[in-house]
């Protein structure tokens, strides 16, 4: 890594520690006594030898006790305060790092939320954040309190014999150069080790969510020898991790030992020519001695730095990603309807297009089906409208403005969405109805839910509307779920409602009675359905059809069953 990069880097973990200054202040002062106390450990060995127990002057050893417990005990709490405010600091950037990209993920487009998937996004959020905390805490503790020990160290050292010390510093090139080349290797190998743990957290993810076709598919022995090459792949990566972090231990540990070499090799010179005295020999080499341990943790909190250096990276392109952007003006209602003008749309890193020059005018106030083989765009073309995607080629207006002039909060205000996969959140059943409108009372949330005909089911539950989901709804069924999904869209009452077959997991029962209940909120709204339904395309007031992406044709079902030949054979399939 180059030196730039490094101030860069340097020059961003400043901006991110800045807001708890005054915590590292306290930590700092902490760190200053407790280094002026290693440093006063060395000093004092000098007249220990010299006054006390060379002379032999017994009178002063009944205050030694006092005197060293004393020293230890100050410095012991010092560090344990230093420690404390510098993990306060770290811990406290985590929990803000956290929430800042939790808020830059729900404001991202959707293209880069789904490009890089749930498990990528949850890795760096949780892991990377985590990692950063933590070196971060560590690095910056070990950087002040050692850094100030080494330097008060090498004073006392330099005092007792220059030239001693001098002799004996020989070795420190060799243990710069030794990290800077394991620190290199280590954030390469960093890098490796987060991207290892993000593909385990999104195989985890994908396996929740996919657990009954694992089960049904008898695919159990795949999965878990798939995961199991994951977790050896990441065993690999982290074992190498070791072998780098604990090299530079391992060249400190080594290099101290050559350093004492030549401090008793020498030292016992100088004393033997009466150039320094045995207190002075001791005392340096009990610093020097002291100085290598400060420098391995150095040497450690150089390496963990370029760890935190890949996780800052990756978060960064979290922060990286641009926020939505919509326009000024405001929308509240549809009155004439959508018109798409040769729209064409490619999803990101992909080859071929999901839509293709689709021009189709969607008018207000109508119930519309789309329906097409699976894969045909019935989705993404629906996506399009509240803006989850922006077309690749082409405009899409609302009443004869761009899509892209209106202010987005406004936009897909206008909408409500039920589609097949219903997303319930881990709050309250009243919580979870009243997303459709944030300020409802608990009588609408009511009224909402009965005319669902979910009100019989919640009263049955533990606390009612105030009973709690489990995380992704896992204590209701599938019907259940629907049913809170439509209760949101009664309850927001949109000008527009999107439904992906709403009632497809609904019991024939529960079906009979929603379809009523639908019916009534598609009254005097404009509707689109991604149909699958033979019922759903006959009530359809107009109904598009696509194939690969392509419009093939459009218009009433009347009228494309003398002039379409393709929708003949797709409704003889429906009706099957």
């Not at 807001?19 to 006594?33: A, G």
């Not at 008060?152 to 001098?166: C, D, H, P």
């Not at 090139?173 to 890098?191: C, D, G, Q, Y």
């Not at 004393?271 to 207190?279: M, Q, S, V, W």
Request: hydrophobic share 45%; net charge positive; with cysteine.
């Amino acid at each position: 890594m180059k030196i730039q990069s490094k101030i860069r880097a340097f020059v961003k973990i400043l901006k991110l520690i800045k807001p708890y200054w005054h915590l590292i202040l306290i930590s700092i002062f902490f760190s200053i006594l407790a280094s002026f106390l290693s440093g006063a450990i060395a000093w004092l060995v000098k007249p220990l030898f010299d006054k006390v127990f060379l002379p032999q002057n017994y009178k002063f050893f009944a205050y030694l006790p006092f005197l060293v417990a004393g020293i230890f005990v100050v410095r012991a709490s010092s560090v344990f305060l230093q420690a404390y405010f510098m993990k306060k600091a770290s811990y406290s950037l985590g929990k803000n790092l956290r929430a800042e990209l939790y808020q830059k993920i729900v404001n991202i487009p959707f293209c880069y939320a789904t490009e890089k998937g749930g498990g990528e996004i949850v890795s760096r959020v949780i892991n990377d954040v985590s990692l950063l905390e933590s070196t971060l805490g560590d690095i910056s503790r070990t950087f002040f309190l050692e850094t100030i020990t080494i330097l008060i160290l090498i004073g006392v050292a330099f005092y007792r014999s220059w030239e001693l010390t001098l002799l004996t510093f020989t070795v420190i090139p060799f243990v710069a150069i030794a990290s800077e080349w394991l620190a290199k290797k280590t954030h390469k190998n960093r890098h490796r080790m987060q991207t290892k743990l993000a593909e385990l957290t999104h195989a985890l993810y994908e396996t929740f969510s996919g657990l009954r076709e694992i089960k049904i598919y008898l695919q159990q022995k795949k999965m878990v020898k798939n995961f199991f090459r994951l977790c050896e792949e990441t065993y690999r990566t982290f074992l190498k991790g070791v072998k780098y972090e604990e090299g530079s231990k391992f060249i400190v540990n080594v290099l101290t030992g050559l350093a004492a070499a030549l401090i008793v090799f020498y030292g016992g010179y100088l004393i033997k020519t009466h150039a320094i005295t045995p207190g002075d020999f001791f005392s340096l080499f009990t610093a020097v001695l002291m100085i290598f341990s400060p420098l391995k943790k150095l040497a450690g909190a150089y390496n963990r730095f370029h760890n935190a250096l890949a996780g800052i990276e990756r978060i960064e392109e979290i922060f990286s990603f641009p926020d939505e952007k919509g326009g000024s003006k405001k929308v509240s209602e549809l009155k004439k309807g959508f018109n798409f003008y040769r729209v064409s749309f490619q999803y990101p890193h992909t080859q071929t297009f999901a839509l293709r020059d689709i021009s189709l005018f969607l008018p207000a106030g109508k119930t519309i089906a789309i329906i097409g083989k699976s894969g045909a765009g019935k989705s993404t073309l629906v996506s399009l409208l509240p803006r989850f995607y922006d077309p690749t080629e082409g405009v899409i207006t609302l009443d004869g403005v761009d899509l892209k002039e209106l202010e987005l909060d406004s936009l897909r205000n206008l909408f409500g969405i039920v589609s097949q996969e219903v997303v319930v959140f881990n709050m309250s059943i009243a919580e979870n109805i009243a997303l459709g409108k944030p300020d409802a009372t608990r009588e609408e949330i009511i009224e909402a839910a009965k005319l669902a005909y979910a009100h019989e089911f919640i009263e049955k539950l533990p606390q009612g509307y105030d009973t709690i989901l489990g995380k992704e709804g896992l204590t209701l069924s599938g019907g259940q779920k629907q049913r809170i999904a439509i209760a949101r869209a009664i309850l927001k009452n949109p000008p527009v409602l999107i439904l992906d077959e709403a009632t497809s997991q609904l019991d024939t029962i529960s079906e009979k009675y929603i379809q009523m209940a639908l019916e009534r909120l598609m009254s005097g709204r404009t509707t689109i359905i991604i149909a699958h339904r033979l019922s759903t395309v006959k009530r359809a007031d107009y109904v598009i059809v696509l194939d690969e992406g392509r419009l093939v044709c459009h218009g009433t079902h009347a009228e494309l069953e003398k002039t379409c030949p393709y929708y003949q054979r797709l409704y003889e399939f429906l009706e099957k």
